[in-house]
Nanobody, 125 residues
């Protein structure tokens, strides 16, 4: 069965970096859109970064553009989110999700079908 296993979260100080991994098993993600989303306490879940594995198109929210990078290792069926220059405002539970093709070319939670368990990212001094 399809599984999304997330890892890489943790507690870091402002300015430090983390690399999140989303390992997909049970199904090839080729042609799927893959997204990273986050939800902070008291806030709605929001799209952070998404990638269409079919055409390679990527999306970044304005608050992370230039700091975060999404990438894919097709051989490992894994998607990564490199997070640099982390800020306290980045603190949230981060989720990996898949969107069944055809891709809607949007990076919003309602557009995604399969979700991982989430991994906590905490940025504080």
């Amino acid at each position: 069965q399809l599984r999304l296993v997330e890892s890489g979260g943790g507690l870091v100080q402002p300015g430090e970096s983390l690399r999140l991994s989303c390992a997909v098993s049970g199904f090839s993600l080729a042609g799927y859109a893959v997204g990273w989303f986050r939800q902070a306490p008291g806030k709605e879940r929001e799209g952070v970064s998404c990638i269409d594995t079919g055409n390679g198109n990527t999306y970044y929210t304005n608050s992370t553009k230039g700091r975060f990078t999404i990438s894919r290792d097709s051989a490992k069926n894994t998607v990564y989110l490199q997070m640099n220059s982390l800020k306290p405002e980045d603190t949230a539970v981060y989720y990996c999700a898949l969107q069944r093709p055809p891709a809607a070319d949007v990076c919003v939670p309602l557009g995604y079908d399969y979700w991982g368990q989430g991994t906590q990212v905490t940025v504080k001094s």
